[in-house]
Nanobody, 126 residues
Framework: QVQLVESGGGLVQAGGSLRLSCTASGLRFDGYAMGWFRQTPGKEREGVLC????????WYGVSVKDRFTIYRDNAKNTLYLQMNSLRPEDTAMYYC???????????????????WGQGTQVTVSS
């Protein structure tokens, strides 16, 4: 069974940093494009950053003003989101996404994802 498990969320003060991880199982990780999406209650899920199967290509969703970086370690079946200079408006549930084609058309449509993790909560205090 395909499983995506996020970790690394938590409570952090504005200006701080977090690194989110997503560990995948039940799929050939290096064949899947991956991505990070986020959602606040009452709002649409939105793409943050997405990455190709090899890690060579990045697609940009919401503007993170050079504060966030997506990268992957295919040997560890793990996707990462490094978040720096966090702001209260970054507060959301962050979801790991996997797309079987190995590439994305856009990092703005949640419907492009084939699989989702359960999410990890990021809360940034003022």
């Amino acid at each position: 069974q395909v499983q995506l498990v996020e970790s690394g969320g938590g409570l952090v003060q504005a200006g701080g940093s977090l690194r989110l991880s997503c560990t995948a199982s039940g799929l050939r990780f290096d064949g899947y494009a991956m991505g990070w999406f986020r959602q606040t209650p009452g709002k649409e899920r939105e793409g943050v950053l997405c990455i190709s199967r090899s890690g060579a290509t990045t697609w940009y969703g919401v503007s993170v003003k050079d504060r966030f970086t997506i990268y992957r370690d295919n040997a560890k079946n793990t996707l990462y989101l490094q978040m720096n200079s966090l702001r209260p408006e970054d507060t959301a549930m962050y979801y790991c996404a996997a797309r079987s084609s190995g590439t994305w058309n856009t990092c703005s449509r949640p419907s492009e994802s084939n699989y989702w993790g359960q999410g990890t909560q990021v809360t940034v205090s003022s």
